[in-house]
């Protein structure tokens, strides 16, 4: 007498679904063939206490059920994702897959089983082969053997807390990350840090977004005032009709390094005294910039803004020469404007800024101006990159296979536009912990111009070539005779996961 609680339940389950089985797919009721995986699948989360009502908690497939019924049983497991563990999250996402129709027709969207996961993990592993070549005047040497090759590790965290609030962080290996440098300290892999991380609500207190924690420099412009990482602070975005948009932020791109003091006990040791309360300690070198942008058309837009910095600069911020002061002026500010545009199958986009340095001290024939300017074109025939600049957005997305694209871009920087921490590049593509070219220390004093193509040669998979060529914008700043600076070319392959 003792009947299988597949019959006992299947009138139950379709009973329950009241109207809704009115709007089932045009032959809901064809049987699920006996040996097909979705039973034992279902036997597996009923064990585990996914699916309940049945009794022992078991699953036995004596008599074929139909596609609806299996449906109607997944529906409930869908329900409960939140309570399951990988293995069965990964159960019940193959059957909403398989039984997808069926579900819809029932009002359960699959996507209820990603709305009850909210937690993703990803990866990225870069490899890279990178060559200079110094000009002889200032001293640098040129790369050799295992130092021509890099390696970079990232895992990335993201996901939601609520339906207006998400979050991300991300860990990554810190320094050059030099091949052979195993047993090195600070440029040996071993070291990891958490380079971002943030919370971002929507609609909140009536801002459209309001971002808080760390995260890159990307407020203001297309990009020659920016910071890929480590950037603490907040940034709010709001809306004004569908074309004009105001972004706003208050960020801390460097440390205080001059807040420092000798270690107690320990004469010409100095230790970083940030957050100690002590004098200097607070000095936060802030960057605050509000921005405008525009969309005119749909295929072209322009962005106005403005900054304020409290970071001071001299010869170990800029590329000039030693026998300048460590420090030459104690703030600026400054207004960028830049526009985007579409024409055909390209984007052409750039920035021009304006930069006003507070107590410059430089002076004579060799004084750095005190109102230095900037700009940066860029033109690339990437159908999915956004218009920033190259190196904050790749040209192609890496699931699409045997995708290709390029960009060409050049930028005039004079000495001081750019607050030290916050220029959009790094100088050199070479990266070393302890500093590799004299002349290499921001992003300004400086014209370069620099190539890149990149292709998906397999899902995931991301192949980059480079090719930059430095110059002095100033090379009587830097006691040089020649403006020549350094001539770099990169390899690189990415592995996304």
Same mark, same amino acid.
């Given at each position: 007498?003792?009947?299988?609680?597949?019959?006992?339940?299947?009138?139950?389950?379709?009973?329950?679904?009241?109207?809704?089985?009115?709007a089932?797919?045009?032959?809901?009721?064809?049987?699920?063939?006996?040996?097909?995986w979705?039973?034992?699948?279902v036997?597996i989360?009923?064990?585990?206490?996914?699916?309940d009502?049945?009794?022992?908690?078991?699953?036995?497939?004596?008599?074929n059920?139909?596609?609806?019924?299996?449906?109607?049983?997944?529906?409930?497991?869908i329900?409960?994702?939140?309570?399951?563990?990988?293995v069965?999250?990964?159960?019940?996402?193959?059957l909403?897959?398989?039984?997808?129709?069926e579900? +819809?027709?029932?009002?359960?969207?699959?996507a209820k089983v990603?709305?009850?996961?909210?937690?993703?993990?990803?990866?990225?592993?870069r490899?890279?082969?990178?060559t200079n070549?110094?000009?002889?005047?200032?001293?640098?040497?040129?790369?050799?053997?295992s130092?021509?090759?890099e390696?970079?590790?990232?895992?990335?965290?993201?996901?939601?807390?609520?339906?207006n609030?998400?979050?991300?962080?991300?860990?990554?290996?810190?320094?050059?990350?030099?091949?052979?440098?195993?047993?090195?300290?600070?440029?040996?892999?071993?070291?990891?840090g958490?380079?971002?991380?943030?919370?971002?609500?929507?609609n909140f207190?009536?801002i459209d977004?309001?971002?808080?924690? /760390?995260?890159?420099?990307?407020s203001?412009?297309?990009?020659?005032?920016?910071?890929?990482?480590?950037v603490?602070?907040?940034?709010?975005?709001?809306?004004?009709?569908?074309?004009?948009?105001?972004?706003?932020?208050v960020?801390?791109?460097?440390?205080? @390094?001059?807040?420092i003091?000798?270690?107690?006990?320990?004469?010409?040791?100095s230790?970083?005294?940030?957050?100690?309360?002590?004098?200097?300690?607070?000095?936060?070198r802030t960057?605050t910039n509000g921005?405008?942008?525009?969309?005119?058309?749909?295929?072209?837009?322009?962005?106005?803004?403005?900054?304020?910095?409290?970071?001071?600069?001299g010869?170990?911020?800029? +590329?000039?020469?030693?026998?300048?002061?460590?420090?030459?002026?104690d703030?600026?500010?400054?207004?960028?404007v830049?526009?985007?545009?579409?024409?055909?199958?390209?984007?052409?986009?750039?920035d021009?800024?304006?930069?006003?340095?507070?107590?410059?001290?430089?002076?004579?024939?060799?004084?750095?101006s005190s109102?230095?300017k900037?700009?940066?074109l860029q033109?690339?025939?990437?159908?999915?990159s956004?218009?920033?600049?190259y190196?904050?957005a790749?040209?192609?997305?890496?699931v699409?296979?045997g995708?290709?694209?390029?960009?060409?871009?050049? /930028?005039?920087?004079?000495?001081?536009?750019?607050?030290?921490? @916050?220029?959009g590049?790094?100088?050199?593509?070479?990266?070393?912990?302890t500093?590799?070219?004299a002349?290499?220390?921001?992003?300004?004093?400086?014209?370069c111009?620099?190539l890149?193509?990149?292709?998906?040669?397999?899902?995931?998979?991301?192949?980059?070539?480079?090719?930059?060529?430095?110059?002095?914008? +100033?090379?009587t700043?830097a006691?040089l +005779?020649s403006?020549?600076?350094?001539k770099?070319?990169?390899?690189?392959?990415?592995?996304?996961?």
């Open positions: 007498m003792k009947k299988t609680l597949v019959t006992l339940l299947a009138p139950v389950f379709i009973l329950s679904s009241g109207a809704t089985a009115l089932a797919p045009a032959n809901p009721f064809v049987d699920v063939p006996a040996k097909h979705a039973y034992d699948a036997a989360l009923a064990k585990t206490g996914i699916v009502g049945y009794g022992d908690g078991t699953f036995r497939g004596d008599r059920m139909t596609r609806y019924e299996m449906a109607e049983i997944i529906d409930k497991a329900a409960k994702a939140d309570q399951a563990d990988a069965s999250k990964a159960l019940i996402d193959k909403a897959v398989e039984f997808e129709a579900l +819809n027709s029932l009002g359960v969207r699959v990603e709305a009850k996961q909210n937690v993703w993990i990803g990866g990225e592993t490899l890279r082969w990178v070549s110094p000009a002889s005047e200032t001293g640098n040497a040129k790369l050799h053997g130092d021509n090759f390696f970079r590790q990232r895992l990335k965290f993201w996901g939601t807390v609520n339906d609030v998400s979050w991300y962080g991300r860990l990554t290996t810190v320094g050059g990350n030099k091949f052979g440098a195993y047993e090195g300290i600070s440029n040996s892999g071993s070291a990891v958490i380079d971002l991380f943030a919370i971002t609500a929507k207190l009536g977004s309001l971002r808080v924690g /760390r995260f890159p420099l990307d203001v412009g297309h990009g020659i005032l920016g910071k890929a990482i480590g603490d602070g907040f940034r709010l975005d709001q809306q004004f009709g569908p074309n004009v948009t105001f972004t706003g932020a960020n801390n791109v460097k440390w205080n @390094a001059n807040a003091t000798n270690a107690a006990g320990n004469p010409g040791v230790v970083p005294i940030d957050g100690t309360g002590l004098p200097g300690s607070g000095d936060a960057l921005q405008l942008a525009f969309k005119l058309t749909d295929n072209f837009g322009m962005k106005a803004g403005y900054y304020w910095a409290d970071i001071p600069g010869r170990t911020t800029m +590329n000039v020469a030693a026998s300048y002061p460590v420090t030459m002026f703030r600026s500010q400054g207004w960028i830049g526009f985007n545009a579409k024409v055909g199958d390209y984007k052409l986009f750039g021009y800024m304006s930069t006003t340095l507070d107590n410059n001290v430089a002076s004579g024939p060799f004084a750095i109102n230095p900037g700009w940066f033109l690339t025939n990437s159908k999915v956004p218009y920033v600049i190196g904050a790749n040209l192609v997305n890496p699409q296979v995708t290709d694209a390029w960009m060409v871009s050049y /930028r005039s920087l004079d000495a001081g536009v750019s607050p030290s921490g @916050a220029g590049w790094d100088t050199g593509t070479v990266a070393y912990a500093q590799l070219n002349f290499t220390k921001a992003s300004d004093n400086v014209k111009l620099s890149a193509y990149q292709k998906v040669i397999a899902k995931n998979v991301l192949m980059s070539l480079e090719y930059a060529d430095f110059k002095l914008k +100033n090379k700043l006691g +005779n403006d020549s600076l350094d770099n070319t990169q390899v690189k392959f990415e592995f996304f996961y």
